[in-house]
């Protein structure tokens, strides 16, 4: 399902074939092919957190209530990743202009630094391209010799 590795020397992701990516601002982006409308995506970015992976999940669902439209927690359950400090696994649905987009987003939690997961279509668009985004987040590793993001622990 994919050849193309993205690196941004702490994550690795599996590009699917015919997916556009390129690391911006320190956040790995994968795009689905120009098919018209909106474009689905993928990005996983690292940061400094003080905290559990539960307080993350937290956080992200009060941020996602309070800063989007009609918003719908669908599920939010434990994502057991090897070498990890713990994950979680949330999805939910919101209007944006009209449409309503489907989001995925996965937290991984690692020597304080939190990895976000995060994969977005048009709720009309999941059964196309959920199997992709589980792909993404199945291969999402820490590069062997990490470098560590910037604002990452000292």
Request: with cysteine.
């Amino acid at each position: 399902m994919s050849t193309a590795l993205l690196d941004t020397g702490y994550l690795q992701l599996q590009v699917p074939d015919g997916w556009e990516s390129s690391i911006e601002t320190d956040t790995a982006v994968v795009r689905a092919p120009v098919t018209g409308g909106f474009r689905p995506n993928a990005t996983a970015h690292t940061q400094a957190f003080h905290g559990s992976v539960a307080r993350a999940a937290t956080q992200g669902i009060a941020g996602a209530l309070a800063a989007l439209d009609k918003v719908h927690v669908l599920s939010c359950t434990l994502w057991p990743v090897p070498d990890t400090d713990g994950g979680r696994w949330i999805e939910y649905t919101y209007e944006l202009q009209g449409t309503m987009l489907h989001l995925q987003q996965g937290l991984l939690l690692r020597r304080s630094l939190l990895t976000t997961f995060t994969a977005i279509c048009r709720t009309s668009q999941l059964p196309v391209y959920e199997d992709h985004f589980a792909h993404l987040a199945g291969s999402l590793r820490f590069a062997a010799a990490a470098t560590e993001p910037e604002g990452g622990p000292e």
